[in-house]
Structure formats: structure tokens, C-alpha cells
């Protein structure tokens, strides 16, 4: 593999060239998703953000089309999300095919304000309305992010908006006009660094018949193992007002990993589907790729459970399909030595009364600590490191029992999901050489006893 090609990951989106950060205007219409996305097309950090655009029949899969959206005289194009205007509400379909609008944050010098754009052409080119801005500023420094959605229940658009320490809600019929609804989260959840990019989703509860609310916010900075993260409230919405369930001081992490940010959910899927920017803006623009930075996660379904009387986050990535390269069943030992692809490959680990282990790939390192309740992820002799002085890290968890454990691997990431989805981190990391092998060792002289263990090689 050549120089320029080394981190290049097989199955996470990536541009060919250039800067990409936040996913925006996810929308699937007539069998294509749709991945909007913040980017730089003159540099491989941040700058000037334009949207980037990419189809996928498969959610894996990528063609990576012309820019949609560039910035204008009203500023930079900031994130934002796109639906199907199916009724045409906003009026701006001008033949058979129904409307795509996309609705985003200008930023210009001065202000941040929501402004729209629609396509009459799936998705290939974008007119700005005329009338933009459709939002103006309330006199608020941060005000940016808008998620839209239809709501069945009041019969109108739904935009959830970040505005520094709290989210705005905003209402219309139209797309157009824009009436503001309530606010929530001044004191609410974390408030170590600036919300953004909401959503605002309907979710299931896994074995009852109950739905509910859960709203969606990133933070940067302010995670729990440093830097960008997200956080989530579940509660309830009737059209005009979140209400949570959730004390104030409640902190609920979406993902415990440093690599998994600016989240959001496909408008027009039937199961919710979300995809997160996988970097970190403590160093962001130091990672060692060259000709692009920066990738997108594998997308993952959404659901909740209800443990106890608190509603978790489920998270479970998409089917990914490939080659069953090592099946065994029924393992009880102290150390277990997998060979694994060289490339992108999902690895599942079933076990009962796991005890303290640890995995390694390379000089990446995964542990779990039965003691101290916690799972760690250790990158501080993963490979290449010293681009940042914030990249080398062990990364923490609070993790009571390890029952199950899905792997997602690429050249420069690791997604971990535990316990049926309940548990997840997400990690980037940079080896100096290619791995062969994984490693799992008991950490405290018990055997392991894994009653499965795949791994499949993942194929596009």
C-alpha cells in the first residue's frame, strides 16, 4: 500500500481528498442515502465550510458526488439536515420529483442564521432560496445546527437548534416561516463546553410497547475522557415542549470513546439510523493522514431499553457483510491468540462470567476490569502518537459485566460495542504496521470462557 493510501479506511467513509467533518442533511429517497457532510475542498483542515455530498445504496458503499452547497455572500455553509417535503408544504417542487430541502446554518462574520436550499433532481443539484434567511439571529453568539423533522401529531416541521447552552425548538408549516416553540437544557446535563448539532428522535423500547423521546446533543469540549462527546436526554415531546425524566445533574453518554461526534439520524428510514464524525476536535486537524482527513463511523441503528427505571441508549451498527474467516466455540483458557484480516473485519466475542481480560491489537489495548467496574481503551503505544499531545490516552468506561462484545476494525479505527449495544466506545488509532493477530488474555488467572468467537472479514 502506498504512503498516501496508509490510514485510508475500507469500509468508513472518507473523502477522496480534503477535510471532512460533522455529517449533515442525511436523507434517504428512492433507495439512496444521502450523506451531506462540513467540508474544506482546499485543505485537509478546517476552513471555509462547504457541504460535501455522497450516495450509498448500502450504507457502506460510497459515490462521492460534487459539492452541494458553497458559501456565499450570507457566509459559510455550518451543518444542517434535509428532509423529503412529500406534500410539497414549502412549495417549492417544480416537476414530478418530490422536493429535497435542505435547511442549514449560514455562518458569516457576525451572526450564525438558518437558511434553506432545495433540489428538484434527487439530490444532484441545489438552488438557495430566495429568501434566505429563513431564521434571522436572536442576538445569540452560538446558533447554528438546525434538525428537522416532520411531527405527525401538530402537523408541522420540527427544528431542534443549538444555542450555546440550551436547545431552541421552532415550528412551521412550511419550511419557510418559522415560529419558536420553547427552549430546553439550561440546567440540564453537562454544560463543560457548547451544544450542537441536536436531534430529536421517537425511539422504541425494546420489549414494550413504549416509545419515547430522546434528544440528542453534542458537547465540545466537555466529554468524559476529554474533548468532543455526546449526550442524550430521554423524555418527552407533544410538539411545542421537551420534557425530560432525567434529573438535572444527569449525564447520559451516548458513546465513551474520543471518536465519535456531531451524531445524527437519517431523515425518511423507517429504523432510526444515525452516523458520527469520527474525530475529535482536540486534535482533529493533527491526525496523520495527507492527501484527506477526517471519516465518518459505521452507521448504527437506534433503540432503548429500560433498565430499571432509566431508559439506555441502544446502538447497534448495520449489517455488514463478508467472510466467516474463524469460527470457535466453547474457549475456556487464559490466553486466546485470534488471527485477524489485515483489513476491515468484525470480531464477536460471547462470554459467560467474563473475568478481567485484556485484548491486544497491536499495541492497541482493550481491558476490561472486573474490580473496578470499569472498560478501558489504552492508545498510548497504539503506533503513531505524537502528532498531538491530547492523542495518547487510556480511556475509561464504567462497565459492570462484559456478557457479549462486537468489534468493529478498519486500518485506523476500532467500534466497540458491549452488552447488546447498551456499552459503546469509539477510537481512532494509527499503527506503525499492519495487525495479524489479536490477543485475549485472562487478567486475573481465571480462564476465559467464550462461548462463541467470530470473526469475518468484511467485504464491499
Excluded at 434538525?147 to 416541521?157: L, N, R
Excluded at 486537524?285 to 441502544?314: C, H, W
Excluded at 468506561?397 to 459503546?424: C, H, Q, W, Y
Amino acid at each position: 500500500m502506498n504512503k498516501v493510501e496508509k490510514f485510508r479506511p475500507e469500509i468508513h467513509f472518507s473523502p477522496e481528498k480534503h477535510w471532512i467533518n460533522d455529517p449533515n442533511g442525511l436523507v434517504f429517497y428512492k433507495g439512496e442515502y444521502h450523506l451531506f457532510y462540513q467540508y474544506h475542498p482546499q485543505s485537509t483542515v478546517w476552513g471555509p465550510m462547504h457541504w460535501g455530498h455522497a450516495i450509498s445504496k448500502d450504507l457502506v458503499t460510497w459515490e462521492e458526488k460534487p459539492i452541494a452547497l458553497y458559501p456565499d455572500e450570507l457566509g459559510a455553509i455550518f451543518s444542517g439536515s434535509a428532509v423529503v417535503d412529500w406534500n410539497n408544504t414549502s412549495g417549492l417542487q417544480t416537476g414530478e420529483e418530490k422536493v429535497l430541502v435542505a435547511i442549514f446554518t449560514h455562518h458569516g462574520e457576525d451572526n450564525e442564521k438558518q437558511s434553506i436550499a432545495y433540489s428538484n433532481d434527487c439530490g444532484r443539484t441545489w438552488v438557495k432560496y430566495s429568501g434566505n434567511p429563513v431564521i434571522v439571529n436572536p442576538g445569540l453568539k452560538d446558533f447554528r445546527d438546525p434538525k428537522v423533522f416532520w411531527h405527525e401529531g401538530t402537523s408541522q416541521w420540527i427544528m431542534s437548534l443549538a444555542c450555546g447552552d440550551h436547545i431552541r425548538f421552532y415550528g412551521s408549516p412550511n419550511l419557510l416561516e418559522w415560529k419558536h416553540l420553547s427552549s430546553f437544557g439550561e440546567t440540564y446535563g453537562t454544560h463543560d463546553g457548547v451544544w450542537e448539532c441536536p436531534d430529536l428522535l421517537h425511539l422504541q423500547v425494546e420489549g414494550e410497547e413504549e416509545k419515547k423521546w430522546v434528544l440528542i446533543v453534542s458537547l465540545n469540549p466537555g466529554g468524559p475522557n476529554g474533548g468532543s462527546a455526546i449526550q442524550y436526554f430521554t423524555g418527552e415531546f407533544d410538539g411545542r415542549t421537551f420534557v425530560t425524566d432525567q434529573k438535572e445533574s444527569d449525564v447520559k453518554w451516548a458513546d465513551w470513546g474520543r471518536d465519535f461526534y456531531a451524531a445524527v439520524t437519517w431523515s425518511g428510514v423507517e429504523e432510526p439510523t444515525w452516523v458520527g464524525w469520527m474525530s475529535n476536535w482536540q486534535y482533529a486537524n493533527q491526525t496523520p493522514t495527507d492527501e484527506f482527513r477526517g471519516a465518518m463511523s459505521i452507521p448504527r441503528t437506534l433503540s432503548l431499553i429500560k433498565r430499571e427505571a432509566e431508559y439506555v441508549l441502544i446502538q447497534r451498527p448495520i449489517e455488514l457483510k463478508g467472510e466467516n474467516v474463524l469460527e470457535r466455540a466453547n474457549e475456556c483458557l487464559e490466553e486466546i491468540k485470534v488471527d485477524v484480516p489485515s483489513g476491515a473485519y468484525t470480531f464477536e466475542m460471547n462470554l459467560e462470567n467474563a473475568p478481567s481480560f485484556t485484548i491486544e491489537l497491536g499495541g492497541l489495548k482493550l481491558a476490561f476490569d472486573k474490580r473496578a467496574k470499569e472498560f478501558r481503551i489504552d492508545r498510548t503505544n497504539s503506533g503513531f502518537i505524537d502528532f498531538s499531545e491530547h492523542f495518547a490516552s487510556v480511556d475509561v468506561m464504567p462497565l459492570e459485566k462484559v456478557e457479549d462484545m462486537t468489534i468493529i476494525a478498519d486500518r485506523t479505527s476500532i467500534e466497540v460495542f458491549i452488552n447488546g449495544g447498551s456499552a459503546v466506545m469509539t477510537e481512532t488509532f494509527y499503527p506503525v504496521n499492519a495487525i495479524s493477530e489479536m490477543t485475549i488474555r485472562s487478567g486475573m488467572g481465571e480462564p476465559i470462557n467464550a462461548k462463541q468467537i467470530k470473526v469475518k472479514r468484511i467485504s464491499l
